[in-house]
């Protein structure tokens, strides 16, 4: 396998945008995406409210989108676009995450995934996991087939898959909201992803965002940590085995990261990516991946103790109660108490400040 290349750019509040520029460039995004082609810039939402380092920054999204248009992508070759899951609305996320002014800001339309058509598609290559868990076929957004792809993650951890950037952002587009049906096989449904953009997706790069990154109990009850840091590679293996190890953990012990490079689908050894920018030799976060007490009891039910409940209570009617759940937990209890106060902190910073400003 040839050696990948990762770019990792230090950058502040006051010239983030030039340096999102800077750092696609160093990437060397040309190679990967076109103005003659169209591309979908698929955004990531792990939470309806604002919370840092959780979602796609407001400055990571108008970076990427100044930069291509800047390089002349006609705008109507940009579908920005999110998904909804049990616990997600895409366009009150939007609105949330300030996505929607900047959206408008440069003249493009928001593609709800939702709205959208969705086809059964049958994938040539064999998959490890999802076709099993849905046997009846997979359902794609009809739009992402023959379209470039740009991934917008953030570094953080994880309590499914540890870690999570570039590879899993494609599971909130390319899978419909049951997907949390996929939880059980998480690190094998996330190879069975990459090999299904590589068959959908002419070219996919990623853009991802370290100014504010997160720690512990991932995607979203976490402790926003600024790191100042940006990343972009045409190889989302790579700069998700990047970002694991800035923060800390080994990239070829997740398993996710061990299985994509052990099937020729990008480079997760560190001795294999060459980085341009930054040297990052000494740099580790000491992040630790944690769960939830929502991201515990789901694997409890999927996989521990609470195994012989798994059918009734998450595969027949009753599975209402796990979504309402978590909505219970996570909007009315964690976030307007630790969230709160974790964003107050964050208000503070320099970063805080700048959100303020969008």
């Excluded at 990948?4 to 990437?27: F, N």
């Excluded at 853009?207 to 790191?227: E, I, S, Y």
């Excluded at 007490?293 to 103790?305: C, E, P, S």
Aim: with cysteine.
């Amino acid at each position: 396998m040839n050696k990948s290349k990762v770019a990792v750019l230090k950058t502040s509040p006051g010239t983030v945008l030039a340096d999102y520029q800077r750092c696609m460039s160093l990437a060397g995004y040309e190679h990967f995406l076109s103005p003659e082609r169209e591309t979908v810039i698929k955004l990531n939402l792990s939470w309806t409210k604002y919370f840092p380092a959780c979602s796609s920054q407001p400055w990571q999204v108008e970076g990427v989108v100044k930069t291509l248009l800047e390089a002349e992508f006609p705008p109507e070759n940009l579908f920005p676009v999110e998904n909804k899951t049990v616990v997600t609305h895409p366009i009150k996320g939007a609105r949330n995450n300030k996505w929607t002014p900047i959206l408008e800001k440069y003249g493009l339309p928001f593609y709800p995934l939702p709205e959208e058509e969705w086809v059964t598609y049958e994938f040539k290559e064999k998959l490890l996991k999802l076709d099993q868990i849905f046997p009846e076929g997979i359902e794609i957004p009809k739009m992402f087939i023959g379209k470039d792809v740009v991934h917008l993650p953030t570094v953080k951890t994880h309590g499914h898959s540890v870690t999570t950037g570039a590879i899993k952002n494609a599971f909130g587009g390319l899978l419909k909201e049951v997907r949390h049906y996929a939880h059980k096989y998480m690190h094998e449904v996330l190879v069975d992803l990459l090999i299904m953009q590589k068959e959908l997706h002419p070219h996919i790069f990623a853009v991802m965002d370290g100014t504010v990154c997160g720690d512990g109990a991932g995607p979203r009850t976490m402790l926003p940590k600024v790191k100042n840091l940006i990343l972009a590679s045409g190889d989302s293996v790579a700069i998700d085995a990047i970002a694991a190890k800035l923060m800390g953990f080994d990239p070829l012990e997740i398993p996710y990261l061990r299985m994509c490079q052990e099937r020729g689908l990008g480079n997760a050894d560190p001795t294999s990516i060459e980085i341009v920018g930054e040297d990052i030799a000494g740099i580790n976060f000491g992040f630790q991946s944690k769960k939830s007490f929502v991201i515990w009891g789901d694997q409890a039910l999927r996989r521990g103790f609470l195994r012989p409940l798994e059918m009734i209570l998450l595969h027949s009617p009753l599975i209402v109660w796990a979504p309402f759940a978590s909505n219970v937990y996570h909007d009315f209890f964690w976030y307007p108490t630790v969230g709160r106060n974790r964003i107050k902190q964050f208000s503070r910073t320099e970063w805080g400040e700048l959100w303020e400003k969008y």
